[in-house]
């Protein structure tokens, strides 16, 4: 009988040789089959009223679904009718451009505060509908740059020096407000596909309703340099509108743990009249902006 110090290292032993051959098996490439979905429609749609700049020009993209593992851009949906009304019955006509198809522009819409719009379009023989509210944005009283004070960051943020773009304004008293920002440095914007900054920062007055909201870093993370232009978007939601962004947010930072939210296709509110169980996906929205741009000290 052997001694129970001989059968531990044995077993010691047993379970490094187990180690090691996991750790050094060969390679082997997986080919995985992913079941080709219907062609969707895709919206891409944001009617804009910029404080002190308002312009007529206004642009909606189409394009469709493709394979998971397509390496090229979506294609365009090409040949579509697509109109925007207002709740006062104004229709607005949106023309495909020549060398962009599936994308579709207006010189002629200046959106009006508190209006409702709904887009309407009719692609290979489907109608599609979806509407959103215009609604104030509270404007910006300063823009500035400041070190993060660490008011709600978490301690390794704080810490690192380095100004931030920073906003004060007066959220409007009685009535519910949404709100979402971008920011660009140099021309770039933050948010784009495969970068740290995953999703947009966005809020709701919930807590601050008829507030002075002063030193507001919507993306304190992003310390800025000397020298570089930042151009910060400040932004008004409808409540419909905020919930998908906030459902976006969600989806974007799923991390793959059990704990994280599974990967799902997002439902945006553009129906489809003539096949209600085939709604296009993405969104259409109209929004209020103030913007500022200012050069980092």
């Known amino acids: 009988m052997r001694s129970v ?8 032993v047993a379970a490094l040789a187990c180690a090691m051959l996991l750790t050094s098996g060969c390679e082997r490439v997986v ?13 891409s749609g944001r009617l804009e009223l910029v404080r002190g700049m308002p312009s007529g020009r206004q642009t909606i993209t189409l394009t469709t679904t493709a394979p998971y593992f397509e390496p090229s851009a979506p294609p365009p949906a090409r040949g579509a009718e697509v109109r925007v009304t207002d709740s006062q019955g104004v229709t ?47 404007p910006i009283d300063s823009f500035y740059f400041t070190e ?3 008011l709600f960051a978490p301690p390794d943020i704080a810490r690192e020096p380095g100004p931030r773009a920073t906003v004060d304004f007066r959220d409007p008293p ?25 999703f947009r920062p966005m809020e709701r007055d919930a807590f601050f309703n008829g507030a002075l909201v002063r030193g507001f870093q919507p993306y304190s993370g992003m310390v800025l340099r000397s020298g570089q232009t930042v151009r910060l978007r400040h932004m008004s939601l409808s409540a419909q ?36 169980g085939e709604p296009a996906l993405g969104y259409f929205l109209a929004a209020e902006v103030d913007e500022r741009t200012a050069r980092v000290p």
């Open 241 to 276: 509108g905020y919930r998908f962004y906030l459902t976006l947010n969600n989806v974007s930072l799923g991390d793959g743990s059990p704990f994280s939210i599974p990967p799902a296709s997002l439902r945006g509110n553009v129906a489809n009249l003539t096949r209600p």
């Open 174 to 198: 009685g009535v519910d407000n949404y709100y979402v920002w971008d920011q660009f440095v140099d021309g770039q914007r933050l948010v784009v596909a495969d970068t740290a900054f995953r």
């Open 92 to 138: 607005t006509l949106f023309r495909e451009q020549i060398n962009a198809p599936g994308v579709y522009v207006t010189d002629s819409l200046v959106p009006v505060r508190n209006r409702r719009y709904t887009l309407r379009v009719r692609w290979n023989n489907d109608s599609y509908e979806a509407s959103d509210s215009l609604l104030p944005v509270a």
């Open 148 to 150: 993060r004070t660490g």
């Open 5 to 12: 110090s001989e059968l531990s290292t044995r077993a010691r």
């Open 31 to 43: 080919d995985i089959t992913v079941p080709t979905m219907a062609t969707r429609l895709v919206v």
